[in-house]
């Protein structure tokens, strides 16, 4: 390559000196491990690649057509000591590979408590973990630290050689929790709990993100991550705590709207077990949360004595966004009893026919009849003496039947 082809690739080389290689320079001793695993890995496979990659060269040039020195062997096909070499080392680092592989993956497994805050430093009994609950939005980061009584947004804090113990879960997408100098990635979904321990061992500010795409705002969903000391870190607690805002339910379901770029906030007092909610899918009042639903499931279904319960089935977040798109508008749905086919057609015929107007759109935008618009809400002559009449009746029977 000529020198002035060098000299115009410097520029290039230069505007490498802004990479961050932090994670090969973490400030977390899970990072660290992490770091560790990948270059012991790399230098591993190394011994075979190197190696291969030189003796190709080596062969090339010395049995070139030129080279007339060079050994000729034409009918040469086995050599025991050869075989022996290139199916050994190759095994050798698979095994080396696979233990290093398993054991890892036990060690530094998320779910896993720390043992130790450092090489050599094991976690005091009298520690305990910082407990921080974090819930992925649409495009920003919720923290809550349930301990503290209080939350952030886009701004997460701990101290320094004290473990952390991560809740994680979505509000609507699948997402991906990461900061470089902590630990690796771990994804947080709606309707479920993923967990991550984790450990700072130096103060500073770090940059956390997602790493999974998640719509339009993706890339502003970025948050500082502050190490600090443990006087520091309470410092920091008090000063949120001075916040006049509250994050209750209401105030949670208007930051859950989607919003792009959004700054730091911090509310001084949280409502208690709202992360729960959130990941139960029942923050909005009236709702059932998904806890319970599996409840009634593991004991049999739905049953008479809980027909009442459909009423709070609403997962419908386009209602609550500010949007009008929900197919049956935003009215709450219910059973208002179960009936045979016989029956249903029976008590259509008896129906008396619905002349009030109604825009059939969303009807004909999920594929249904015009017809189906004259289930309006009535009330039926029973069909049978024990069936019930209204919805407030079928109440009063599923709690006495419960009773």
């Not at 095994?95 to 054991?103: K, Q, R, S, V």
């Not at 970025?222 to 006087?231: D, I, P, Q, V, Y």
């Not at 709450?332 to 009030?356: G, H, N, Q």
Request: aromatic fraction near 8%.
């Amino acid at each position: 390559m000529s020198p002035l082809r060098v000299l115009a690739l410097l520029p290039l080389l230069a505007t490498l000196g802004g990479c961050n290689l932090v994670v090969m320079a973490p400030s977390g001793d899970i990072a660290a491990q992490q770091r560790d695993l990948i270059l012991i890995s790399t230098v591993l496979m190394l011994l075979i690649i190197v190696p291969v990659m030189a003796l190709t060269v080596f062969f090339a040039w010395r049995y070139r057509a030129s080279n007339k020195e060079a050994t000729y062997k034409p009918d040469w096909n086995h050599s025991t000591g050869l075989e022996l070499v290139i199916w050994a080392a190759p095994l050798l680092i698979i095994i080396a590979l696979g233990a290093l592989t398993w054991m890892g993956t036990h060690l530094l497994d998320p779910y896993r408590k720390l043992d130790r805050i450092a090489s050599g430093k094991p976690v005091p009994a009298t520690t305990r973990p910082l407990e921080v609950e974090v819930v992925a939005l649409d495009w920003k980061w919720l923290f809550i630290y349930p301990e503290q009584g209080i939350a952030t947004v886009n701004e997460l804090a701990a101290p320094v050689d004290r473990p952390i113990h991560f809740k994680l879960t979505s509000s609507s997408v699948m997402n991906s929790f990461y900061i470089p100098a902590l630990a690796g990635q771990i994804y947080a979904m709606p309707a479920m709990q993923t967990r991550l321990h984790a450990v700072i061992n130096r103060p500073g500010r770090y940059q956390g993100f997602s790493a999974n795409y998640s719509g339009a705002g993706f890339s502003g969903m970025r948050f500082s991550f502050l190490g600090m000391s443990e006087g520091d870190f309470e410092g920091w607690v008090a000063k949120t705590k001075e916040s006049e805002a509250r994050l209750d339910r209401a105030a949670y379901l208007r930051l859950e709207r989607p919003s792009e770029n959004v700054a730091v906030q911090r509310f001084g007092a949280t409502e208690p077990r709202l992360f729960d909610a959130i990941r139960n899918l029942c923050v909005q009042p009236g709702k059932m949360c998904m806890s319970e639903m599996m409840a009634l499931d593991a004991k049999g279904g739905l049953g008479l004595a809980g027909l009442h319960t459909t009423l709070p089935l609403a997962y419908d977040k386009y209602s609550r966004r500010g949007g009008n798109q929900a197919p049956f508008g935003e009215e709450p749905r219910f059973i208002a009893s179960i009936c045979t086919v016989e029956e249903a057609k029976a008590m259509m015929a008896m129906a008396p026919p619905d002349t009030t107007p109604r825009d059939l759109t969303p009807i004909r935008g999920l594929g249904l009849t015009p017809p189906l618009t004259t289930l309006a809400p009535l009330t039926f002559a029973p069909l049978t003496p024990r069936r019930p009449q209204t919805f407030t009746e079928l109440l009063g029977l599923a709690r006495s039947s419960q009773s």
